[in-house]
């Protein structure tokens, strides 16, 4: 769970303050988990990368990191280390390698790294629409690829 | 694009942490009357689930758990529950440090068996999946002696199958040898056969065909960086599928 919310917030104590709410929030929603929709372990990750979202949100993210780490991790390369470490017959791996590269790199900067919109399209260097159209359609390839 | 297309694309972003705050509030509240679009939101979680499962392992530290367990409401232990649940580690050094959650707050507080189950693995931390596995066997004795599991974190889980005996003054170490011109590399000691974590430093990411090897060594590991003892046991590295 620190490891999500480090990939995120990028600051191990800012990471530490994640899982801390993210488990009182946890505790207090206990009741509104239902096993029917999915697994409980999914459900708490949501919780986690929920409370790292909104950490980020309030503070610039310039703050929390320095320059040299946040450009590290935005590198189009080291979202595809990511995927790497997914077991190679797993579905979302085959799913994702289906995708061209920078949809591919949209999607884990997204998910793993709580990018916007915006920052994706400032790091891979094209217009906000287009990291907008990349996402939608990458999503429903994936739905249709991974169904 | 159609509505149910629409309706899914908008779970998908939900899900990437993409929608505004605003229309992540507003996704939140409809997903409490509308149960197609809470169960595309779960589907979608499900999908992306194995990205949280491959992050880097980071161990919380002691006061870390204080804080937390301070915070929640106490509940009396019992002891019908205080069995780690289905799936659950009981032998992790980070679940015995938490072993208040196993018998009291968690277990009782909650009405899910499954939710306690799940919260047990993720505390634990994900299991994630080794990079490669190498089943090492006896060089002349039948049968498997060891496992070894590497993971792309750079630990490496050494799990024996057999006691190995260890005579006075010697010791177990590790090796592996993922190629010829720099030859074996030294992975650490072992006092005797118990299931170990050790780190790979400074080497490539493990690779099929790679070999792992224990052999006994004087008091302290190998005087030369090298090998000076019999092998025994040695195995091959695979990909789990």
Redesign the interface.
């Known amino acids: 769970m620190l490891g999500v919310a480090m990939r995120i917030v990028r600051r191990r104590d800012l990471a530490e303050e994640v899982v801390h709410d993210a488990f009182v929030q946890i505790w207090r929603k206990a009741d509104q988990f239902d096993p029917a929709l999915g697994s409980g372990r999914s459900w708490m990750f949501a919780i986690v990368r929920n409370r790292a979202l909104n950490l980020i949100r309030d503070r610039s993210r310039e703050e929390l990191t320095d320059d040299a780490t946040l450009e590290g991790l935005a590198e189009i390369g080291d979202h595809d280390d990511l995927i790497q470490r997914l077991g190679q017959s797993e579905a979302l791996r085959v799913c994702l390698e289906r995708l061209e590269r920078p949809r591919r790199a949209s999607l884990v900067l997204a998910y793993a790294g709580g990018f916007s919109h915006g920052e994706i399209a400032g790091r891979l260097g094209v217009p906000l629409g287009t990291v907008k159209a990349w996402i939608r359609r990458s999503l429903l390839s994936l739905r249709e690829c991974m169904a | 694009?159609s509505p149910d297309?629409e309706l899914?694309?908008l779970a998908?972003?939900y899900?990437?942490?993409?929608a505004e705050?605003e229309d992540?509030a507003e996704i939140e509240r409809r997903m409490r009357h509308e149960p197609e679009l809470?169960?595309l939101v779960?589907?979608w979680?499900?999908?992306?689930?194995?990205?949280?499962m491959?992050?880097?392992?980071?161990?919380?530290?002691e006061a870390?758990w204080q804080?937390?367990t301070a915070?929640?409401p106490a509940a009396a232990p019992s002891p019908a529950v205080a069995k780690a649940p289905a799936g659950v580690r009981p032998t992790s050094s980070l679940w015995s440090s938490i072993g208040f959650w196993r018998g009291s707050?968690?277990a009782t507080?909650?009405?899910?068996v499954?939710?306690v189950?799940?919260?047990g693995?993720?505390?634990l931390r994900?299991e994630?999946?080794p990079?490669v596995v190498a089943v090492l066997q006896g060089e002349a004795s039948a049968g498997p002696g060891a496992i070894v599991e590497a993971f792309?974190d750079g630990s490496i889980r050494l799990r024996p199958l057999v006691d190995i005996a260890v005579p006075e003054g010697k010791t177990l170490q590790v090796w592996t040898l993922w190629d010829r011109a720099v030859g074996p590399v030294p992975l650490g000691l072992l006092q005797q056969a118990q299931e170990s974590w050790l780190a790979r430093e400074g080497q490539p990411v493990p690779r099929s065909e790679q070999i792992y090897e224990i052999t006994l060594e004087p008091e302290g590991g190998s005087p030369t960086g090298r090998p000076t003892g019999p092998i025994l046991y040695k195995g091959l590295a695979s990909?789990?599928?």
């Open positions: 694009m297309r899914d694309a998908g972003e899900v990437l942490g993409l705050p992540a809470a169960r779960s589907v979680r499900e999908r992306f689930a194995p990205l949280d491959v992050a880097d392992r980071i161990e919380p530290g870390l804080r937390i915070e929640l707050a968690f507080g909650f009405a899910s499954a939710l189950a799940a919260l693995s993720v505390l994900p994630p999946q990079v792309s990909r789990p599928l």
